[in-house]
């Protein structure tokens, strides 16, 4: 196994920013030191490879603990295959993807955990887990859910929207948790209460309400705060931690704060486009609007002030991507004049790091807390660290030398994500990903390319890690 170091870079994990060099031996890394320490003069003399850093952050690789790649969703499927996603998330700064596999109904979660390591195995970039979408809670797949959470895949994420689809009532849901309770699971909620959603749907559409923007009103922000809420006690009555995922409104914030006020094991995660984008994109002439429809919807402007409180209160933990992207010509086209036909879901998972290093760049978030929302609280979350989301002695050498100062303009032209729109088209951002190495091996150098499809591997998962 080779030797690298990394010279010059100032190195920022959640918890400090030391001036220091890295050596990285065997994909692991071995020890930090000061600049110019008698160490780090020394590693460089017997080191395969030096990289310069100087002037740059040497960071953990992003976790992107919420993507969809090949998800099958409304007859059509995600458009970023694991070879393609997991490229576009190397060239994004994001070293690990935890994907979500899906047991359909009528089917065992061991055959939708197959299907997913059979699209994944040999394919992906960076390296990778899984959780597990229930469709069908039952007296098997409950079972089941304990042989997964031994072998690693420790979360299953439910979902109270999508009647007929995805969708579990209130009994599976609490029957899953009270199981989760048990066996160290941990349960993922997609909080929005689907069957008054369905209701709205209907209404709206009779009413020849097609648009693209009704997909936002329909699907209610006390819709979501009123799901959250219930599964917030539910979890309480079966004695579970919860995440939720991909929170956009404030009056589920304001629930989730509640509940970690009393001292619940509760979490939240937003994502990137609920922080940046609004209602009024959905709102954008012609059919545009399509391109920003995902569940939960984007809302008006000023719910993105009270996530982003959220994240610096700590009522929410995590920004992962939910990214879930479907091409605008032939898949967000397939709900023209029906936008429950739309597609769900928002291309991203090349975009977060930059994103929220522009937060830090306007001073929403401080550099340390970029690391812990984007690579140490997601490891932790989800069993994952310290071999991922941080920088010490014995840690995956997943690591990025990001430009702080290197400028560019987000777009599909230039983005690798398999998808004909970026939902960030023309935003100029300051900050770059410019050299990415997964276990010690480069799969970005300076701003080329060299990764390979198989470098990636399976992460088995631990439980959470984040854990009252
Ligand atoms: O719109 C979304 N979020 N699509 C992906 C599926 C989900 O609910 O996370
Ligand atoms: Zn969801
Ligand atoms: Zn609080
Ligand atoms: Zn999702």
């Given at each position: 196994m080779s030797l690298t170091v990394i010279r010059g870079g100032l190195v920022i994990t959640a918890a400090e920013e030391t001036p220091a060099d890295v050596l990285i031996d065997g994909g692991r890394v071995a020890a930090l030191a000061a600049h110019g320490s008698e160490i780090a003069s020394g590693w460089s003399g017997s080191a395969d490879r030096v990289i310069d850093a100087t002037g740059k952050y040497v960071i953990p690789g992003g976790v992107d603990t919420h993507t969809h790649m090949e998800l099958p969703f409304g007859g059509t499927f995600?458009?970023?295959t694991f070879e393609t996603g997991t490229r576009a998330a190397a060239w994004g700064g994001t070293t690990t993807i935890v994907d979500f596999a899906v047991q359909t109904a009528g089917n065992s979660l061991r055959a939708g955990l197959d299907a997913w390591h059979a699209k994944a195995d040999g394919a992906c970039a960076v390296d990778y887990a899984f959780h597990m979408i229930m469709s069908d809670v039952n007296e098997d797949t409950l079972k089941e859910m304990d042989g997964l959470v031994d072998e690693g895949v420790t979360s299953f994420k439910l979902f109270m929207a999508y009647p007929g689809v995805f969708y579990s009532d209130d009994g599976r849901i609490l029957r899953a948790m009270q199981r989760s309770a048990g066996n160290g699971g941990l349960i993922m909620m997609h909080a929005e209460n689907g069957i008054a959603i369905d209701v709205l749907v209907e209404q709206a559409l009779a009413e020849?309400?097609?648009?693209?923007r009704h997909h936002g009103e329909v699907r209610h922000a006390l819709l979501e705060a009123e799901a959250t809420h219930r599964a917030i006690q539910l979890a309480r009555v079966a004695g579970a931690p919860l995440y939720v995922v991909h929170v956009s409104a404030r009056e589920a914030v304001a629930e989730l704060a509640q509940a970690r006020d009393l001292g619940l094991n509760v979490f939240g995660e937003t994502c990137p486009q609920y922080l940046f984008l609004s209602a009024d994109n959905l709102a954008?002439?012609?059919?545009?609007?399509a391109k920003y429809v995902c569940s939960t919807p984007l809302r008006p402007r000023e719910h993105q002030e009270f996530l982003w409180r959220g994240l610096r209160t700590n009522d929410l933990q995590v920004v992962s991507t939910d990214h879930c992207p479907f091409c605008f010509t032939g898949q967000k086209e397939l709900?023209?004049?029906?936008?429950?036909?739309i597609p769900n879901g928002l291309p991203g998972v090349e975009d977060r790091m930059d994103l929220l290093h522009q937060a830090v760049v306007e001073g929403r978030i401080s550099r340390r807390r970029w690391i812990e929302i984007a690579c140490a609280t997601p490891a932790r979350m989800f069993g994952l660290y310290p071999r991922k989301g941080t920088i010490a002695?014995?840690?995956?050498?997943?690591?990025v030398i990001y430009n702080p100062d290197a400028g560019h303009v987000i777009s599909a032209e230039t983005h690798?994500?398999?998808?004909?729109?970026?939902?960030?088209?023309?935003r100029t951002v300051t900050g770059r990903v410019e050299t990415v190495l997964s276990r010690g091996e480069l799969v970005i150098d300076d701003r080329s390319y060299v990764g390979?499809?198989?470098?990636g591997r399976y992460t088995p998962r631990g439980t959470c890690q984040y854990l009252i």
């Open positions: 995600a458009s970023d020849g309400r097609t648009d693209p954008e002439p012609g059919f545009e609007g709900g023209r004049g029906d936008f429950s036909k002695p014995g840690a995956d050498a997943d690591i690798h994500m398999n998808v004909d729109y970026s939902a960030y088209e023309g390979r499809a198989g470098h």
